[in-house]
């Protein structure tokens, strides 16, 4: 039994598919079914029922799963104590962000964090904020820069800033004559959302104190997948809707299709970024060194947030 042997049977139990799993760890289904086959015989038991259409996890699978996740989990960490002993700021850093965020800070920090820290190589990947949790739990990244509240039994937060949301909507709208925009007024605006899964779109229905989707007007079904697509609808007139602080400075700033407004004079028009890691995570160090560099590269739009003491 060795490490490989256990990245397999975790990768088959991940995808359900000995196919898929082989692809994940970049080797042949046969090598990867014949490693598994001579485990199973090792230790004696069947991990997984195979039949032509499904691969089943079976009870004592379950259980030997629990520890090949410990196992791995505490290999990681040897190699991440041994990096941080060596140099903190070297090697890879995963870091996922969600998409609402991801295109707008990036473009922020990543020179100034070459700059600083020439020998770390940033990995970045971008989903959606309940896909990000599971692949920070699987170890599959290191960090992700959320913007909703996590369970802190399993994670650790550094808070990173405070971005306002803005109202964008089209030229000559009714409310371009509005000297500022209230809350009374986000009440009855044709809102555009973003697909459910995003947790902007919880986030702006709190702000426009909707307790559930809008059913009624022209863009009642739609499901946006980014806030490319809803400004591009908001240019054409089909409604308003609201975007982050950091997105006002995108490309699409120069169209004078769409007006943006500041929704200052709402306390609760923001939404708070962090930086979420695992508790056992050994390197803290390296992580509070990123947060530093997001927090001194953000525009006066943001509101920066102080760094959080060690637990």
């Known amino acids: 039994m060795n490490l490989r042997d256990l990245k397999y049977i975790l990768a088959v139990a991940e995808t359900r598919h000995f196919g898929r799993a082989a692809e994940r760890c970049f080797v042949s289904q046969p090598t990867l079914s ?53 140099d903190p700021m070297s090697g890879p850093l995963r870091i996922g962000a969600i998409p609402t965020l991801s295109p707008y800070l990036m473009p922020l920090i990543l020179l100034p964090l070459k700059q600083t820290y020439p020998k770390l190589r940033l990995v970045l990947s971008e989903e959606i904020t309940d896909l990000l949790l599971g692949r920070l739990a699987r170890h599959e990244i290191d960090a992700a820069l959320l913007a909703t509240d996590v369970d802190e039994n399993d994670f650790n937060t550094l808070p990173l800033f405070e971005e306002p ?33 995003h947790c902007l779109t919880h986030q702006v229905m709190e ?22 697509t809803l400004l591009q609808l908001v240019r054409a007139g089909f409604g308003c809707t609201l975007i982050p602080a950091l997105a006002i400075r995108g490309g699409w700033m120069g169209d004078s299709g769409i007006v943006t407004r500041s929704l ?37 739009t943001v509101k920066p947030l102080p760094p959080k003491p060690p637990d």
């Not at 925009?181 to 009855?188: R, Y």
């Not at 307790?211 to 009642?220: D, K, N």
């Not at 890691?277 to 390296?286: A, C, D, I, L, N």
């Open 207 to 228: 702000v426009c104190h909707l307790s559930e989707r809008p059913h009624r007007g022209e863009m009642a079904d739609l499901r946006a997948s980014s806030l490319e």
């Open 34 to 86: 014949g490693q598994i086959k001579k485990l199973e015989d090792e230790l004696g038991v069947v991990i997984f029922e195979r039949t032509n259409r499904s691969v089943e996890i079976t009870p004592v699978g379950e259980a030997i799963l629990v520890h090949a996740r410990l196992a791995l989990e505490q290999a990681e960490a040897i190699e991440q104590v041994a990096r941080a002993h060596q």
């Open 165 to 197: 949301f803005w109202l964008a909507h089209p030229v000559n709208h009714p409310l371009q004559n509005h000297p500022e925009i209230t809350s009374q007024d986000l009440e009855h605006i044709e809102l555009l959302l973003l697909a459910d899964g």
């Open 264 to 300: 200052a004079t709402l306390p609760d028009a923001y939404r708070r970024i962090s930086l979420v890691f695992r508790k056992s995570f050994p390197r803290r160090q390296t992580l509070e060194s990123f947060a530093a560099v997001i927090r001194d590269h953000l525009p006066d």
